[in-house]
C-alpha cells in the first residue's frame, strides 16, 4: 500500500485502488512543489502480452494532481526501457532515467532531457537536483551534471545511486 503523514499520523492513501494504477505495482513516488505527485510505475514486471519471461512492461509514469491520474507511457514519449529514477528537473517538470536515456516532461510529452553526446552509456539509475537547479545523473558511464545546458561528465565509473542532494559545483 501506499501511506503519506498528514502532520499527525501515517494514513493509508487510497490513490492505488483507483482503475488507472490498481494493476500497476509503484516503484517511486515524488510530491514536486507545486503538490502534484509522480509515481514511477511497473518496472520489471513480466508482460502479460507474451510468454516470454524476459519481455518486461516498461516503465511508465503516473500523474495524481487535481484528484486525477493521467498514465504516460511510450505513448507519451516514455522510452520502452525500465524507468530507475525521478526527480523534479530545474523548471518543476519531471526528470526521468531509464536504461536507454534521460527524459523531460514538456508539458504534453516526454522528450530527452540532455544532450548526452559524450556520455558512453545512456543507461541511468540515479537522479539527483543540486540548490542551483543542476541535474545530476548516475548510471553506467559514472556521474554526469547537467545545468546551464551543458553537460559535463564528472566521474566515470558505473554509480547506482545518489542520496543527497549534491552540492552545486
Known amino acids: ?22 494493476q500497476n505495482p509503484v516503484s517511486r513516488v515524488r510530491v514536486f512543489e507545486d503538490g502534484t505527485v509522480w509515481m514511477l510505475l511497473g518496472n520489471g514486471e513480466p508482460n502479460p502480452g507474451t510468454d516470454d519471461p524476459n519481455v518486461k512492461i516498461a516503465g511508465r509514469l503516473a500523474r495524481f494532481r487535481h484528484g486525477e491520474v493521467t498514465i504516460f507511457d511510450a505513448a507519451s514519449g516514455m522510452p520502452r526501457a525500465n524507468a530507475n529514477a ?18 523531460a516532461f514538456d508539458g ?3 522528450t530527452p532531457a540532455v544532450a548526452l553526446g559524450a556520455v558512453a552509456s545512456r543507461s541511468f539509475r540515479a537522479l539527483a537536483r543540486d540548490d542551483r537547479g543542476g541535474v545530476w545523473l548516475g548510471g553506467q558511464s559514472g556521474v554526469v551534471r547537467f545545468a546551464g545546458g551543458a553537460t559535463v561528465v564528472l566521474m566515470e565509473l558505473p554509480v547506482t545511486s545518489l542520496r543527497a542532494r549534491p552540492a552545486a559545483v
Open 86 to 103: 525521478l526527480v523534479e528537473g530545474p523548471h518543476g517538470q519531471p526528470w526521468v532515467a531509464t536504461s536507454a536515456g534521460v527524459v
Open 1 to 22: 500500500g501506499l501511506y503519506r503523514f498528514d502532520g499527525v499520523a501515517f494514513r493509508r492513501w487510497d490513490i492505488l485502488s483507483r482503475p488507472a494504477l490498481a
Open 108 to 110: 504534453a510529452r516526454f
